[in-house]
């Protein structure tokens, strides 16, 4: 029976070769992109988790009052590791590590740029760290010792054992290759590319050596022992400051799971706010969708041949078939297709993730080696094959065989009613897509026109390594010699990026409590507000015109405004325990995420702090021109390192990724929820065609046109879309006015967009119906009205 079953399916897919043509292939790319969704949701849902002490590792975190909030980060002072693992006999291994940044790696008289990170030994211990050569017990014990991934280590050694090799740090600093371990798996949280010792970076720089509980600089990791609760732990844990930095008591330490961190990583008030968790949920409802339409777009085109099967239904159940019998044979096709359509969805996988991997910045790696990934897949092709099929299932086996047999197909509306709810489901969702991806990017493009108090463009970075530091003078004149660039400086970090702030500040008029709140920081030399082309209201920039200047600072308003200063210039303040004069202030300029209200900034001079080279080119010149006349002078006095730069207004674009890739997925998906719901349209059209074919035969022998059964057919879709549009508009505004709300600067929610989404969606509609509804009004009447 069993055998016949299958005989009977294969035929029907064979005469029916558009329809099942279009029917696996829609329910194919709905289950390959349904389950490349479900790749990217496990891989964050599994981010970090690889690592076997997972349950006992975390991160030291801090809560910081400030004005009326609390700021919470994971910055920590260098004191505090050696104090905690000292304080608290649950802890097993603590480790601090820097933020990883790129160091120059030179082998042979050949240089490298590998991205490096310094730790304590126990890190390794602590983190799953797979080593191809040298001992994972005394990698770091060395002093002088340097770990490389697999990939750094082949790019500067190619395929040779490395170990016992002598690299030179920053042509510097002598390191043997200790170790090669493996590189981490794109769903970690650490990207560096070589490790070096924590006692190699503070021998290389003093000031870590002798930092103390003030400098808020370095992250620090830890692991428990088993059985011990992290929650027991903080609650002693939270007042370690206080005990050994009482003037810094108000900030308080906590430990939070190193793996929940990375989607569960935002804070507001102390407290956990979620993170990108909810994008990630998003997703994950996003394939059940998709996985959803594909299956309502399966049912439209099964029942709309429900016609072409009804003799065969009639004829069953006249020799004795029981309906059981039936559903179970139109299931068994149902999961044919579906298992038909898993195997060319694992094509479309194969071909499509690559790409999404690109378009994410994220590398997504099918897990062909998981069983357990395996028996989902196949367990969810199973569901699908009997969601999709159950309707018309029951809907097939559910025929009347005299009626049938007679040629009186049951055509009551009731017979129709489920499929427009299906597809008013469908649409409703596509429709959801198009209005929030319209409303993400205006989102986007709102917060790029608005005014940043700077120009970004014709700007560009370039890290402040080697030579530099000392000889940027004679560089920025020979550049502005040269005709390349019009002006260039010194800082601390780039313009885009504010990842610095200190406390302690006092001034006159101050208020109690007000010298404990964090003010944002840049460290600058001269030439700060030509380069960058900021808005000085009063006062002037720094300027080796002025040696007092070594003492000076430059306020934003918004700095002026917390400090209450009527008049600034000349005012003293005392910045990193000196009493500085304010020379300048400048229009506020947004510094940290652009959706955030501007917060009060420094601009120090402080020599010896800088870590960035900004450069403005010469708007008379080609941008290929100027670089390269930048980069044969950079060659000149800082010859061993290569020449790095990046457009800051590109470096800018990049607050945006976030919502760009929402916007983007959404983009795609919104695609991709049209085509199947078109699929799922057309089946319907087709169905109603072949329901109404006498009365349109009818109608046309009194006389009707072509265009009058067109637009007699079209209606009735007409009012689908319409229903499916009002639904997915309320539905999209209370998600879209949430979305917005999270962001202090935001777009409003426009009306035309809604104009726009349904005007394309009617257009669409019409388009896909028409050809059903055409070739139905064209047909010959004779044919229909025969059996009459």
């Not at 149902?334 to 910045?361: E, K, R």
Request: net charge positive.
């Amino acid at each position: 029976m069993l055998k016949n079953y299958l005989k009977i399916a294969w035929r029907n897919l064979g005469k029916n070769r558009l329809y099942s043509t279009i029917n696996i292939g829609g329910l194919a790319l709905g289950m390959a992109v349904s389950f490349i969704l479900l790749i990217y949701v496990y891989n964050e849902f599994t981010f970090d988790k690889f690592n076997t002490n997972s349950d006992r590792l975390y991160r030291v975190m801090r809560n910081q009052p400030s004005n009326g909030e609390i700021l919470t980060g994971d910055a920590t002072p260098v004191p505090l590791a050696p104090a905690m693992i000292k304080d608290f006999p649950e802890i097993d291994k603590i480790t601090r590590a820097t933020w990883p940044y790129d160091r120059l790696v030179n082998y042979k008289n050949q240089g490298l740029k590998v991205n490096t990170m310094a730790a304590d030994p126990s890190f390794l211990q602590m983190f799953t760290v797979d080593f191809i050569y040298g001992d994972k017990k005394n990698a770091l014990s060395d002093l002088s010792s340097i770990v490389l991934t697999e990939s750094a280590a082949k790019a500067i050694f190619g395929n040779i054992n490395p170990v016992g090799q002598v690299v030179k740090l920053d042509q510097k600093f002598p390191l043997k290759v200790s170790g090669v371990i493996k590189d981490n798996p794109a769903n970690s949280s650490f990207t560096y590319k070589a490790l070096i010792n924590w006692d190699q970076i503070s021998a290389e720089q003093n000031w870590i050596k002798t930092s103390g509980w003030g400098n808020y600089s370095f992250k620090t990791f830890v692991m428990l022992k088993p059985g011990i609760a992290a929650a027991n732990v903080n609650s002693k844990l939270k007042n370690i400051i206080a005990r050994y930095n009482p003037q810094n008591k108000e900030n308080t330490i906590f430990l939070y799971s190193f793996a929940k961190f990375h989607l569960y990583g935002d804070f507001k008030n102390g407290v956990n706010a979620g993170g990108r968790v909810g994008s990630v949920e998003l997703f994950l409802w996003l394939a059940i969708g998709i996985l959803i339409i594909a299956c309502i777009n399966f049912m439209n085109l099964s029942t709309a041949r429900s016609e072409r099967r009804a003799r065969e239904v009639g004829v069953r159940k006249a020799i004795g078939a029981a309906r059981l019998s039936l559903i179970t044979q139109f299931l068994g096709e149902s999961l044919l297709m579906a298992f038909i359509s898993f195997l060319f969805s694992l094509l479309f996988i194969w071909l499509l993730i690559p790409v999404f991997g690109n378009f994410i910045n994220i590398k997504l790696e099918v897990p062909y080696n998981n069983l357990y990934a395996w028996l989902s897949a196949v367990g969810v092709t199973v569901f699908t094959g009997l969601i999709a099929g159950s309707y018309p299932a029951l809907f097939l086996s559910s025929f009347s065989p005299v009626l049938v047999l007679k040629g009186q197909l049951n055509n009551s509306k009731s017979t129709v009613t489920p499929r427009k709810i299906l597809v008013i489901v469908q649409f409703t969702f596509a429709i959801c897509l198009i209005l929030s991806s319209i409303f993400i990017y205006k989102q986007i493009n709102y917060i790029k026109d608005k005014p940043i108090g700077y120009d970004r463009f014709g700007l560009v970075d370039m890290p402040d390594e080697g030579s530099m530091d000392t000889r940027f003078e004679d560089f920025r004149r020979e550049a502005i010699n040269a005709g390349a660039i019009t002006d260039g400086a010194l800082t601390s970090m780039s313009i885009v990026n504010n990842g610095s702030s200190s406390w302690g500040i006092t001034w006159q008029g101050q208020l109690p409590g007000e010298d404990k709140i964090p003010i944002d920081q840049m460290a600058v030399t001269y030439h700060f507000v030509k380069t960058y082309g900021v808005k000085l209201i009063e006062g002037r920039d720094f300027s080796p015109e002025y040696p007092s200047d070594t003492a000076a600072i430059i306020l934003n308003q918004a700095a002026v405004k917390m400090m209450r200063f009527k008049d600034p210039l000349g005012q003293i303040v005392k910045y990193q325990d000196h009493n500085c004069k304010v020379v300048g202030v400048i229009e506020d300029f947004v510094w940290g995420r652009p959706y955030d209200p501007i917060k009060p900034a420094i601009i120090g001079f402080i020599k010896g702090w800088t870590g960035n080279i900004s450069l403005r080119l010469n708007p008379a010149k080609p941008v290929a021109a100027s670089l390269d006349i930048i980069r044969s002078i950079y060659k000149k006095y800082n010859p061993d390192y290569p020449f790095e730069y990046h457009f800051t207004d590109e470096k800018y674009n990049n607050k945006f990724n976030n919502e760009r890739l929402l916007g983007n997925m959404s983009i795609c998906f919104t695609c991709l929820a049209i085509i199947i719901s078109c699929l799922g349209l057309f089946g319907l059209a087709s169905f109603s065609a072949e329901q109404r074919k006498k009365e349109i035969g009818i109608r046309k022998v009194l006389g009707a046109t072509t265009g009058s059964l067109w637009f007699k057919l079209s209606q009735e879709f007409v009012w689908l879309i319409g229903i499916s549009f009002a639904i997915g508009s309320i539905l999209t505004a209370f998600y879209i006015s949430h979305w917005m709300s999270q962001f202090t600067y935001h777009t409003t929610i426009s009306l035309w967009v809604f104009i726009v989404t349904l005007g394309l969606s009617l257009t669409i509609c019409l388009i896909t119906v028409s050809w059903q509804a055409i070739k139905a009004a064209i047909s010959n009447p004779v044919a229909s009205l025969r059996s009459e």
